[in-house]
């Protein structure tokens, strides 16, 4: 009556999987709003420059840069409205919880994989209903177009792989 170890290694497979994705997408949300954030300074440090050359507060000096701070201000401003910053972040926050979510089940799937009174048709019947829920979050996601960061996925694939085989691994 216990689970076999191809059905376990199915279950490891997807939990590490999962786990990889979630955190990939937790580093990409933290990378996303960093970037928003700069933009914002950026766009707040501008329209401060521009203010200030119109009323002629800078040093004579630097009245040479006066022409520069609204035209950088305009092409902060354009990447603002371009990036859609606000909505990839949205998407992101999303896509991270689900997928937090997602490892979780796999967790306790796991755990369960490992007593010896589970029976492996339990387990692959959860292994079935898990994918479809995976599937229908990747679908979603992947229709959101939000660009893959891959020295963020790089980064994260060995770092997950670490924590879960030293956590997971039996």
Known sequence: MSVTEQTRSVVWNELFDV????????????????????????????????????????PESLQVL?????????????????TRFDAQLA?????????NRLEGDWKILWASASAPETADADIVA???????????VAAWVGGAQVGTM????????AETYQAIEGQYAA
């Open 126 to 136: 959860r292994i079935n209903e898990l994918r479809d829920s995976e599937q229908m």
């Open 19 to 58: 786990a990889r994705t979630a955190r990939y997408y937790d580093g990409a949300v933290r990378k996303y709003a960093l970037r928003r954030y700069v933009v914002r300074f950026l766009a707040a440090l501008g329209a401060m420059g521009a203010f200030t050359v119109s009323v002629d507060i800078l």
């Open 150 to 157: 891959k020295r963020l996925r790089d980064r994260i694939d």
């Open 91 to 99: 998407l992101l926050t999303r896509a991270r919880h689900d997928y």
């Open 66 to 82: 006066a022409p520069v701070f609204p035209l950088a201000l305009l092409v902060v401003l354009v990447v603002d409205m371009t």
